[in-house]
């Protein structure tokens, strides 16, 4: 079955970097879109960025394009998000996530997550 595995979190200043890593198992990695989505304490779970399976198309929410960049190396079945500039606002539990199917690249497809990893922004 679908697993995904999250790392890479911890506690920065602001301006800082950090890069998650999700490692990907249990089905055909590259025929999928892959994604990073966030939630703030006391809010809903909201998208950050998603990526195509051959990588040629991305796609970032508004606040973190520009700082954010989502990658992805198909023959090591591991999805990245670099971040950089962090704001005290970005902190979040971070989660990879994968659609139900190949080549399905809608919000809505996104139904197999990890287990997140805490990001924490101090300022």
């Known amino acids: 079955q679908v697993q995904l595995v999250e790392s890479g979190g911890g506690s920065v200043q602001a301006g800082g970097s950090l890069r998650l890593s999700c490692a990907a198992s249990?089905?055909?990695?590259?025929?999928?879109?892959m994604g990073w989505f966030r939630q703030a304490p006391g809010k809903e779970r909201d998208w950050v960025a998603t990526i195509y399976p051959m990588g040629s198309v991305t796609d970032y929410i508004d606040s973190v394009k520009g700082r954010f960049t989502i990658s992805r190396d198909n023959a090591k079945n591991t999805l990245y998000l670099q971040m950089n500039s962090l704001k005290p606002e970005d902190t979040a539990i971070y989660y990879c996530a994968a659609a139900l199917a190949p080549y399905s690249c809608a919000l809505s497809s996104f139904k197999n997550w990890g287990q997140g990893t805490q990001v924490s922004v101090s300022s």
């Open positions: 249990g089905f055909t990695y590259n025929t999928y879109c």
